[in-house]
């Protein structure tokens, strides 16, 4: 495979390195973007498979199940056999986010939020962005009413996952959404994890400026050692007479509205 997606580069005329890394192969292209030159892209082959698997939720929405599943390779640690297939579903979790805000909610901006988070209080690598997905698709799940994911419940929304994701990685178990006998943080280790989340926490309970990016910062952080991430998130009760313009997240989409933690 690295073979192939290195002539298939050198035709196009890309110069670029490519690594392996696990089953994927990693590799740069050139950006059109000012604010980023290279695009960093994973490249892993997907075999598809028609047919659902027997230990995946039987609840899950028909018109997933319609898009199967694939299978992907998985490198595991030694002694353990390294010849393994992985279900994969994201063709499915493609799907699903495709229209989850068809109803005009917040999942998708919910979603840019926590990630932006992450990566500005610094959590562990072992804890990677598809957990958060993960919470947010049972929240999804659990709250079926669209008058629960309007802007005006961002808020309380936002209170369930922080303190959802924080029980679970202090239970040490977080159950993949397509699988629920499938334990995602299995065999990590969660304190650095944990530490982070609850020091988030505390920010955003006692520091009325310390949370989301300025105006115009991309969602990501800078790379930039030097460079402070500020955030701006309070612990007051939204009112409409506080209303506050936070920073656009993503699309330049302004968010009206404070985040206060209840627990």
Known sequence: MLEIVTKALAKV??????????????????????????????????????????????????????????????????????????????????????????????????????????????????????????????????????????DSKLVPRFNELILNFLKSLEAGKLTSFFIPSFNLFQGKDLGTAIKRVKNLISAIETKPDSCLPPAKAPCAPSDAPSKKIPFVVTNKIPTTENKKKLPSIGKNKPLIKKLRLHR
């Open 13 to 150: 005329g890309i110069k670029t390195k490519t690594t392996p890394v696990g089953p994927s192969i990693n590799f740069q292209i050139p950006s059109h973007e000012k604010s980023f030159k290279y695009i960093d892209i994973d490249l892993v082959l997907y075999i598809k498979q028609n047919d659902w698997p027997k230990s995946a939720d039987p609840k899950i929405d028909p018109t997933l199940k319609a898009v199967g599943v694939g299978l992907v390779a998985k490198v595991l640690e030694p002694p353990q056999d390294s010849r393994l297939w992985q279900i994969s579903f994201s063709a499915a979790e493609i799907k699903l986010f495709q229209g989850i805000d068809a109803d005009g909610g917040s999942r998708k901006k919910l979603l840019k939020i926590a990630k932006y988070l992450k990566i500005a209080s610094k959590w562990p690598e072992n804890i990677a962005s598809y957990h958060l997905k993960t919470e947010i698709m049972k929240m999804n799940r659990d709250h079926p009413n669209k008058d629960d994911w309007t």
